[in-house]
Nanobody
Framework: QVQLVESGGGLVQAGGSLRLSCVASGLSFSMYTVGWFRQAPGKEREFVAVIQRSGVSTAYADSVKGRFTISRDTAKNMAYLQMNSLKPEDTAAYYC??????????????????WGQGTQVTVSS
């Protein structure tokens, strides 16, 4: 049974940092493309970042580029989202998602097979 579990969310002041973690069971991140998405109240889910199966290729939403960094540790079967210079508009529930392989539209949430339950990030001004 595949399970993704996020952690690391919390309340932080604007300008602060958080590191989100996503641990997987039942699959190997070395074979999966892993994405981070977020959803704020009353808004649609949006793409944040992706790390391809290779572990080398990454991509970011323009809104987080230069502030967020996605990474993974295949030995621990974990993925991370380092978030720096946080802004109030980053407030949202953050989700990790995984899909086997590559060659799909990784910015679309419905491209992913597996999702975590989410972790809340709240940035105060």
């Amino acid at each position: 049974q595949v399970q993704l579990v996020e952690s690391g969310g919390g309340l932080v002041q604007a300008g602060g940092s958080l590191r989100l973690s996503c641990v997987a069971s039942g699959l190997s991140f070395s074979m999966y493309t892993v994405g981070w998405f977020r959803q704020a109240p009353g808004k649609e889910r949006e793409f944040v970042a992706v790390i391809q199966r290779s572990g080398v290729s990454t991509a970011y939403a323009d809104s987080v580029k230069g502030r967020f960094t996605i990474s993974r540790d295949t030995a621990k079967n974990m993925a991370y989202l380092q978030m720096n210079s946080l802004k109030p508009e980053d407030t949202a529930a953050y989700y990790c998602a995984a899909r086997l392989g590559l060659g799909f539209d990784w910015a679309r949430g419905d491209s992913y097979n597996y999702w975590g339950q989410g972790t809340q990030v709240t940035v105060s001004s």
